[in-house]
């Protein structure tokens, strides 16, 4: 059974099932969410984005869109920061302010998902996020590094060449082939008979098996 005292940490959901959950993070700059949000309408396919509570504060639109269009949406702290590195008070302010910045801009609150800046976590992370209402720490199987100055074929064959069942896939909106390549990834991993959902339907779907019907509240007011 998991911690109730902490939250846990999922990377990967069934692998059983050919599922899985494109994840994209907005961190910093405006980066290229709104051509990542066009491909992912042009296939129809519902993603999961992890926000900063600065990038939800200076694109309130993108935010907004997100949720508009069906996407589910996660902590991602207010400015970025290594979590592992601040005092308690300033940690509770990390999650605090970044969770009234996204609903104030989206009428959505991010909990229970939480995606830790450069993955960092310690035991009184993973304590405050859970008794802040975090109860997952999402992190991930595959990351895809198209933050870096790569072409979009590069990236899509990253994605093809080692996908795998139940995977979490992770990319970041600032990479500018980003876009690109997961409109050259998603048809292709269609044909190959993989569905797409969202973290906390792969998370859901994870529990109902390990611990039986168990209802996960996403988007809590």
Not at 42 to 65: C, M, P, Y
Not at 196 to 214: D, I, Y
């Amino acid at each position: 059974m998991p911690d109730n005292n902490s939250s846990i940490i999922f990377s990967r959901g069934d692998i059983y099932s050919r599922e899985i959950a494109l994840t994209y993070d907005c961190g910093v700059e405006r980066g290229y969410a709104a051509e990542i949000l066009e491909v992912l309408k042009t296939h129809e396919v519902r993603a999961t984005f992890f926000i900063t509570g600065e990038w939800a504060e200076k694109n309130a639109d993108l935010s907004q869109r997100i949720v508009s269009e069906g996407h589910e949406i996660g902590n991602h702290s207010y400015n970025h920061s290594d979590l592992t590195k601040l005092s308690l008070e300033d940690l509770i302010r990390q999650i605090a302010e970044a969770d009234n910045a996204i609903y104030k801009v989206t009428r959505e609150r991010p909990r229970p998902l939480f995606r830790l800046p450069f993955g960092s976590y310690s035991r009184q992370v993973l304590y405050i996020l859970r008794e802040m209402g975090y109860e997952y720490c999402v992190h991930w199987s595959l990351e895809i590094q198209d933050f870096r100055r790569r072409t979009a074929s590069s990236i899509a064959n990253q994605i093809l060449q080692n996908v795998r069942n139940g995977d979490v896939i992770l990319m970041n909106a600032l990479g500018k082939g980003t876009a690109e390549a997961s409109g050259l990834a998603v048809p292709e991993l269609k044909k190959q008979g993989y569905g797409f959902v969202t973290v906390g339907n792969m998370l859901q779907k994870t529990n109902e098996m390990r611990f039986g019907k168990r209802q996960i509240n996403m988007n809590r007011a």
